[in-house]
T-cell receptor, first 113, second 114 residues
């Protein structure tokens, strides 16, 4: 069966520090991978998606970047965090066409102080 | 442009009450898919239902039911005889056939008290 792992679960980082959040998927090949952010009291905003190794599309200009070094690994990074980067980050995967929904990881709650 | 609107920000009910969560969507595509997800306090998103644009048949799953009406671009979710465990944030989402990702509404926070 397919599983998605996301870590860490919580993170407190000072302003200006770097960030690296990792997401891995097991039990499937060539998944579409996504990073979403949920700010406090707001909906889910798509940040990045990837349809293959090294292929990254950005939906919104950010202080963040994403990379996909392996088929089932998706990394969200920042060189210098801002206070506004605080939020709940969710990784998700999907396969096939639009009919199939997404499976989400358990999320990382990031607080920038 | 695609958009999902969940006008109800917060709803509070007492156990055993029925509650309906509204969802209105916008898309120019003829083929699209609608979803509902539940986000309990733990934060993880739990898939509830998927419906395609060609299937307007309503669906019932236990205490949950969904009413899809293309004429009004709505996909409403009803919980019958609500329970405290239903307390969560509920998201409605849309994905078109040609779209790249799920578009979410801002969510409705449901609080069920005993």
């Amino acid at each position: 069966s397919q599983t998605i792992h996301q870590w860490p679960a919580t993170l407190v980082q000072p302003v200006g520090s770097p960030l690296s959040l990792e997401c891995t998927v097991e039990g499937t090949s060539n998944p579409n991978l996504y990073w979403y952010r949920q700010a406090a009291g707001r909906g889910l905003q798509l940040l990045f998606y990837s349809v293959g190794i090294g292929q990254i599309s950005s939906e919104v200009p950010q202080n963040l970047s994403a990379s996909r070094p392996q088929d089932r690994q998706f990394i969200l990074s920042s060189k210098k965090l801002l206070l506004s980067d605080s939020g709940f980050y969710l990784c998700a995967w999907s396969v096939g066409g639009a009919f199939y929904g997404y499976t989400f990881g358990s999320g990382t709650r990031l607080t920038v102080v | 442009a695609q958009k999902v609107t969940q006008a109800q920000t917060e709803i509070s009910v007492v156990e055993k009450e029925d509650v309906t969560l509204d969802c209105v969507y916008e898309t120019r595509d003829t083929t699209y898919y609608l979803f509902w997800y539940k986000q309990p306090p733990s934060g993880e998103l739990v898939f509830l239902i998927r419906r395609n644009s060609f299937d307007e048949q309503n669906e019932i799953s236990g205490r949950y039911s969904w009413n899809f009406q293309k004429s009004t671009s709505s996909f409403n979710f009803t919980i019958t005889a609500s329970q405290v465990v239903d307390s969560a944030v509920y998201f409605c989402a849309l994905k078109s056939q040609a779209g790249t990702a799920l578009i979410f509404g801002k969510g409705t926070t449901l609080s069920v008290s005993s």
